[in-house]
């Protein structure tokens, strides 16, 4: 399987403060790949120094071939690569519809743009139905919907989902994981940071687990929901 990201020897320091230490994993083209670990392992920043928000001390990030390690995040956008930030950070103050427009500020055609607009408000029915409310009225999960749905109004390639379930109820935690194997099966390739690590490993191909900055362990999800280290660490009810 040809690699969509390859992320090779990275190393990230906030100050003196080592975060992310020598790490290396890959996404396969057509992959649910996800990261789980506990609060602070270093889930999110390896997410923000993939996409160039966090610089690297060292190591490469390599996306389609092409090397990006020292694209600026903004600029990724357009080559492909969708990041859905921890804590949704939609526009609570523009409606739904706008937020969703200024996911596709990198894209030209306005033909294109609008059938992609109707591919998400087919994909997320809830978005249409409330397209002039303002973005800050809605709930949680209607939120985590719409930063989905702006995400994909880029038409990306790679989608980095930072913690989606969070602060969401089962119910809505259900509905987006479900959301998230609907996109991967409309050929988007995802990379996801989740603290559930039940949801994320049973809809994944493959998991690396951080500790502390470093990828202690990694293999197909399955496996690992069965590995006694995992269950023991993660997966307790």
């Not at 790949?33 to 001390?57: E, F, S």
């Not at 939120?143 to 994909?152: K, S």
């Not at 687990?209 to 362990?217: A, C, D, F, H």
């Amino acid at each position: 399987m040809e690699n969509i990201l390859e992320v090779k020897d990275l190393n990230v320091y906030y100050g003196v403060i080592h975060a992310i230490k020598d790490i290396s994993f890959h996404v396969g083209k057509g992959e649910i790949v996800t990261l789980i670990g506990a609060n602070g392992a270093g889930k999110t920043t390896t997410l923000q120094t993939v996409t160039g928000l966090i610089p690297a001390r060292s190591g490469k990030v390599t996306y389609e071939g092409k090397d990006i390690s020292k694209t600026p995040g903004y600029k990724l956008v357009g080559q492909g690569i969708a990041h859905v930030p921890e804590g949704r950070r939609v526009f609570a103050d523009l409606s739904v519809y706008q937020n969703l427009m200024l996911g596709a500020f990198t894209r030209k055609d306005k033909a294109e743009t609008e059938q992609t607009l109707q591919m998400v408000y087919d994909r997320f029915p809830r978005l249409l139905e409330r397209k002039e409310q303002r973005a800050g009225t809605l709930s949680g999960g209607e939120q985590q919907m719409l930063a989905m749905g702006r995400a994909l109004m880029s038409k990306p390639r790679l989608m980095l989902l930072d913690e989606p379930s969070m602060g969401l109820s089962p119910i809505y935690v259900n509905e987006i994981f479900d959301i998230i194997q609907k996109i991967n099966a409309d050929g988007v390739t995802v990379l996801l940071v989740e603290q559930n690590a039940n949801k994320a490993l049973a809809i994944a191909n493959r998991a690396y687990v951080l500790e502390t900055g470093k990828i202690v362990l990694e293999g197909d999800a399955h496996e690992l929901m069965e590995n006694p280290q995992v269950k023991a660490a993660y997966l307790s009810e």
